[in-house]
């Protein structure tokens, strides 16, 4: 018995599903991948997919994870343990919203004295102590997992590598670790100058007098 079925789209239209092809096509102009392109894209999904699981196993006896860290630590480098919401995600490379830090009570959100419309992260007392806490669990970790076998040239390679991909994933250089450019040694973490237009806004903290 013949079998027939209709068309996505075209209800009216029958199909012979014995005589139907199901190979897939390439749409004209797309590139094919090399084979050793593919491993090494399957290589960075791995790693992607194991480190910050891998990091967030060897911090899990300091209560935090590695993302939460690289937060803690970008607060502990600025200056009165406080930073604007956009130069805190800038610094750790995503959005405020994931500051489950705040329920942890190891940081807070307070708003700027200089002006309203803005708010600061402010790191407590509980979260400084956990930062330092974790700071030589983290250093090891990464040591360990990423660093050893690695010479200076070794390190600058993956630096470049790595830059290099960012730059096109960011392409407006809204994060600090791609605003500086290939050549930067600030970390971006750290409290180093913003190159966002409004970095010295009044929503800045004002160091003490």
């Known amino acids: 018995m013949k079998q027939t079925a209709r068309v ?6 029958p199909v012979n599903i014995r005589t139907a092809s199901c190979t897939p096509t390439v749409a004209s102009g797309s590139a094919v991948l090399t084979r050793d392109q593919r491993v090494a894209v399957a290589r960075l999904h791995a790693l992607l997919e194991l480190l910050p699981t891998a990091l967030d196993k060897e911090l899990a006896s300091a209560g935090i994870t590695s993302f939460e860290f690289t937060r803690l630590e970008a607060l502990h480098e600025a200056d009165h343990h406080r930073l604007r919401l956009s130069a805190l995600a800038a610094r750790t ?24 419309r803005a708010t600061n992260a402010i790191l407590t ?15 090891d970790a990464v040591q360990r997992m990423v660093l050893d076998g690695l010479d200076d040239a070794g390190v600058d390679q993956l630096a470049t590598l790595t830059y290099g991909i960012l730059s096109r994933l960011d392409p407006d250089r809204r994060l600090t670790v791609t605003a500086g450019g290939p050549d930067q ?19 800045d903290p004002v160091p003490a007098r």
Do not use: I, M, Q
Request: aromatic content about 4%; some cysteine; overall charge negative.
């Open 8 to 13: 996505l789209g075209d209800p009216a239209r």
């Open 93 to 116: 490379n995503a959005t405020f919203a994931r500051l489950s830090l705040e329920r942890k009570h190891l940081v807070v959100r307070a708003p700027c004295e200089e002006d309203g």
């Open 125 to 139: 007392d509980a979260g400084e102590t956990v930062f330092l806490e974790s700071t030589g669990l983290y250093a």
């Open 185 to 203: 040694r600030v970390c971006a973490a750290g409290p180093g100058e913003s190159t966002d237009a409004d970095a010295t806004c009044a929503a």
